[in-house]
T-cell receptor, first 111, second 114 residues
């Protein structure tokens, strides 16, 4: 079974802090994704990566950056956290356009 | 513009009753189609998917979905709902080539009455 793990289930940070969210998958998938989930808005794509060191902006990349130095690891970075970035963050991986496998999510609160 | 619409934000059914969750999409060509379920505090899990072939797709947990090209719909059904089916359900589409960006609907939250 594919396993996608996220470094934290819950995270509390202060405004202005730099925040790192880590995601690791164990199935050698080329594609990895970061989503933000907010009530009533569904899942919105922040960034995705289709290969090591390759990335593309999603629908809401402002205020975020990503890093993919190894195939199995995809990091989301909040350069200077703000309260409007309080949300649930979901990481996923997939092989081509097939099923996306999701991690359990990180609930981030920015105070 | 490409989009996925789940018109029902909340649905409440009694345990044992049948269920249908609606999904309509707007896309240039027939995409790949998916239904995912999210239990409280969890990530999303695939219920079923449609790539091609038979338009009635069977999934896990007794769910099925029917692809109707003429209506651009991919509705999810279950003949008899169990209390453990209470969750949020997401419909999603993905292009068959090129970028692998999914488009998700906004979700339907299912409540099951005992």
């Amino acid at each position: 079974d594919v396993k996608v793990t996220q470094s934290s289930r819950y995270l509390v940070k202060r405004t202005g802090e730099k925040v790192f969210l880590e995601c690791v998958q164990d199935m050698d998938h080329e594609n990895m994704f970061w989503y933000r989930q907010d009530p009533g808005l569904g899942l919105r794509l922040i960034y995705f990566s289709y290969d090591v060191k390759m990335k593309e902006k999603g629908d809401i990349p402002e205020g975020y950056s990503v890093s993919r130095e190894k195939k199995e690891r995809f990091s989301l970075i909040l350069e200077s956290a703000s309260t409007n970035q309080t949300s649930m963050y979901l990481c996923a991986s997939s092989l081509l356009a097939d099923t996306q496998y999701f991690g359990p999510g990180t609930r981030l609160t920015v105070l | 513009a490409q989009s996925v619409t789940q018109p029902d934000i909340h649905i409440t059914v009694s345990e044992g009753a049948s269920l249908e969750l609606r999904c309509n999409y707007s896309y240039g060509a027939t995409p790949y189609l998916f239904w995912y379920v999210q239990s409280p505090g969890q990530g999303l899990q695939l219920l079923l998917k449609y790539f091609s072939g038979d338009t009635l797709v069977q999934g896990i947990k007794g769910f099925e979905a029917e692809f109707k090209r003429s209506q651009s719909s991919f509705n999810l059904r279950k003949p008899s709902v169990h209390w453990s089916d209470a969750a949020e359900y997401f419909c999603a589409v993905a292009p068959t080539s090129g970028t692998y960006k999914y488009i998700f609907g906004t979700g339907t939250r299912l409540k099951v009455l005992a």
